[in-house]
């Protein structure tokens, strides 16, 4: 399965998509977001059902902040992505037998 995934028509640029099953405990699935897209190998195809759906963004804010090694700046970022598509999303994505595409097109406010 593979998608794109944006936040205010803007492609993530680097982020993470996260499947659980709704229905207690099942098979789980995560993939990195490059530049908007995400795939998930096809060899660890999701069961049909409904799946919560957590997408994280950390992006740079362009500050400098001193890092955990004295000395050292490291660049700041912060979630992009409101909590309600993370740890407390309220996304959901049905998945169908044979399903290879599920895009998100998320929104800040």
């Known amino acids: 399965m593979h998608g794109i995934v944006t936040l205010d028509n ?3 640029a680097s982020g993470s998509i996260v499947f659980l099953p709704t229905a207690g405990p099942g098979k789980k699935a995560a993939a990195a977001i490059e530049q908007g897209h995400y795939s998930i190998p096809a060899t660890y195809s999701l069961p ?4 919560r759906v957590e997408i994280s963004w950390r992006k740079p804010t362009g500050r400098q902040i001193p890092s955990a090694d004295p000395g050292i700046m490291t660049d700041e970022t912060r979630e992009a992505v409101p909590i309600r598509y993370n740890t407390e999303s309220t996304l959901t994505a049905e998945i169908a037998s044979g399903d290879v595409e599920k895009n998100f097109d998320l929104s800040s406010k």
């Open 48 to 51: 049909p059902g409904s799946y």
């Open 10 to 12: 803007e492609p993530v």
